[in-house]
Structure formats: structure tokens, C-alpha cells
């Protein structure tokens, strides 16, 4: 029978190249806009680091009929991230510091750097490398200093400071000039530990 029907002239039509470009930019905009989602749901004092997440496409739809010079991708992917609490992280490292230096011990500042995570996401487990620097300072109790020091002459209250373990420099001044002794009342004496 005679065929009947068709077309005659030029047809649009996508070459692999169009395709592997396509499902190249489809699966970059999917992920840029999950994880844009994912971060906004994170509450602010959880972490997510490098190599705590998982992109995957599940599957993408090529619709190769086209519109003019336009053909549609469809796409569908999973993400997922694992999260955690830097405050933990400080805190624990904060408990074996005072295991190994002894309680009276804080961090006057300290400063975290994350490696790269190790993450399996089947058990929902994530273990990483991470370089901590810290100072870190003896508590004073200022309220029994306060006592001690009560009526002490400059050269005792020298003695006392100077006396104190870990004290790396103190400034020790009797205002004013004429002053000898330390007062006995307690709202005139001010200390200021740095």
C-alpha cells in the first residue's frame, strides 16, 4: 500500500550530546536546590561537614518528542546528610580535659578543624578527623580570694597573688596612694581575672 502521511523537511531532534549535557545540568540543579532545602532545615547549631552527605539520581526520564528545539528530562534523586552538634564535640573533648588536668580546668577560647567524614548512612554513623586547639585556664574562686585578701598589707597580698599556682603575671593595685592595706569591706575590693 502506499505509505501515506509523515513529514517533509527538518526535524528537530536531540544528539547524545544534547542528552549527556541535559542529564548533566538536571542532576547539578537538583542537588544545588535539595541541599539548598536540606540547609534551611537544619537548626543553626548543628554541623554538616565534608563527606557527611550522599547525592544519588534514582532515575531520569528522557521525553525526546520535541517542542520546537526543546525536549524535557525528568529527574528523581535522593540526598541525604548527617548532622551534628559542634557544642557535643566541645564538650566532650571539655570532659577529657578535666579528666587528665583535673576539674578546676576550663577553655578560655579553643578553635576546630574538620577532615573529611567518613560517613555510612545505612546505620546512620559518621566518623571524621579533626585537629582542636584550645587555651585553656585554672578557675580562680574569686569570692575566696576576696576573703583571703581582706586587710592584707601590699607586700602580704603580693605574697598571697605571686603564691597562687598558675598565675602567669598579676597587677596588684592600693588606690589611693596612701592606702596600705587592703579594705576590710568587701564591695571595695575589685578583682579581674584575664
Same mark, same amino acid.
Given at each position: 500500500?502506499?505509505?501515506?502521511?509523515?513529514?517533509?523537511?527538518?526535524?528537530?531532534?536531540?544528539?547524545? #550530546? =544534547?542528552?549527556? &549535557?541535559?542529564? @548533566? /545540568?538536571?542532576? *547539578? +540543579?537538583?542537588?544545588?536546590?535539595?541541599?539548598?532545602?536540606?540547609?534551611?532545615?537544619?537548626?543553626?547549631?548543628?554541623?554538616?561537614?565534608?563527606?557527611?552527605?550522599?547525592?544519588?539520581?534514582?532515575?531520569?526520564?528522557?521525553?525526546?518528542?520535541?517542542?520546537?528545539?526543546?525536549?524535557?528530562?525528568?529527574?528523581?534523586?535522593?540526598?541525604?546528610?548527617?548532622?551534628?552538634?559542634? #557544642? =557535643?564535640?566541645? &564538650?566532650?573533648? @571539655? /570532659?577529657?580535659? *578535666? +579528666?587528665?588536668?583535673?576539674?578546676?580546668?576550663?577553655?578560655?577560647?579553643?578553635?576546630?578543624?574538620?577532615?573529611?567524614?567518613?560517613?555510612?548512612?545505612?546505620?546512620?554513623?559518621?566518623?571524621?578527623?579533626?585537629?582542636?586547639?584550645?587555651?585553656?585556664?585554672?578557675?580562680?574562686?574569686?569570692?575566696?580570694?576576696?576573703?583571703?585578701?581582706?586587710?592584707?598589707?601590699?607586700?602580704?597580698?603580693?605574697?598571697?597573688?605571686?603564691?597562687?599556682?598558675?598565675? *602567669?603575671?598579676?597587677?596588684?593595685?592600693?588606690?589611693?596612694?596612701?592606702?596600705?592595706?587592703?579594705?576590710?569591706?568587701?564591695?571595695?575590693?575589685?578583682?579581674?581575672?584575664?
Amino acid at each position: 500500500e502506499p505509505l501515506s502521511g509523515g513529514f517533509v523537511g527538518e526535524v528537530a531532534f536531540p544528539t547524545d #550530546a =544534547d542528552l549527556k &549535557k541535559a542529564k @548533566a /545540568e538536571i542532576a *547539578q +540543579k537538583i542537588e544545588s536546590a535539595v541541599r539548598q532545602k536540606i540547609l534551611s532545615q537544619v537548626p543553626a547549631d548543628f554541623k554538616i561537614i565534608d563527606g557527611a552527605s550522599s547525592f544519588n539520581l534514582i532515575k531520569q526520564n528522557v521525553i525526546t518528542e520535541t517542542s520546537g528545539s526543546n525536549f524535557n528530562i525528568a529527574a528523581e534523586a535522593r540526598i541525604s546528610e548527617i548532622a551534628f552538634r559542634e #557544642a =557535643d564535640v566541645v &564538650k566532650m573533648l @571539655a /570532659e577529657k580535659m *578535666q +579528666k587528665e588536668k583535673g576539674s578546676e580546668y576550663e577553655f578560655k577560647s579553643f578553635e576546630v578543624k574538620y577532615g573529611v567524614a567518613r560517613s555510612d548512612f545505612n546505620i546512620g554513623r559518621l566518623s571524621f578527623p579533626a585537629t582542636f586547639k584550645a587555651v585553656i585556664t585554672k578557675r580562680i574562686d574569686v569570692d575566696g580570694l576576696r576573703q583571703q585578701v581582706k586587710g592584707k598589707s601590699e607586700t602580704e597580698l603580693k605574697a598571697l597573688i605571686y603564691g597562687l599556682s598558675d598565675v *602567669q603575671s598579676a597587677v596588684i593595685s592600693l588606690w589611693p596612694f596612701w592606702v596600705k592595706r587592703v579594705p576590710q569591706n568587701e564591695a571595695k575590693i575589685s578583682i579581674v581575672v584575664d
